[in-house]
């Protein structure tokens, strides 16, 4: 996952390494939260208002996932 920007990726001092397990993925869009770049460009994670979406699986990334999740459960919409 790269340009991690957004509060769901708050402290992370490198590119996290999540699981993927589709071959489809997200076009890039100004909801876009996150990119990863396999291949082509995609958005791996989307945020709009309250909502977040991402395309990976957290709960099966290990340490960044977790991360991930404790991030979203602070966020304060």
């Not at 509060?7 to 390494?17: A, R, T, V």
């Not at 589709?22 to 460009?41: D, M």
Request: proline share 5%.
């Amino acid at each position: 996952v790269q340009d991690i920007t957004q509060p769901l990726f708050s402290g992370f001092n490198y590119e996290p390494y999540c699981y993927f397990v589709h071959s489809y993925y997200a076009e890039l869009c100004e909801e876009t939260a996150a990119t990863t770049f396999y291949g082509v460009k995609f958005s791996s994670a989307l945020h709009k208002n309250n909502f977040y979406g991402v395309q990976f699986h957290p709960e099966k990334s290990a340490d960044a996932g977790e991360r991930i999740l404790k991030n979203f459960i602070a966020l304060n919409p």
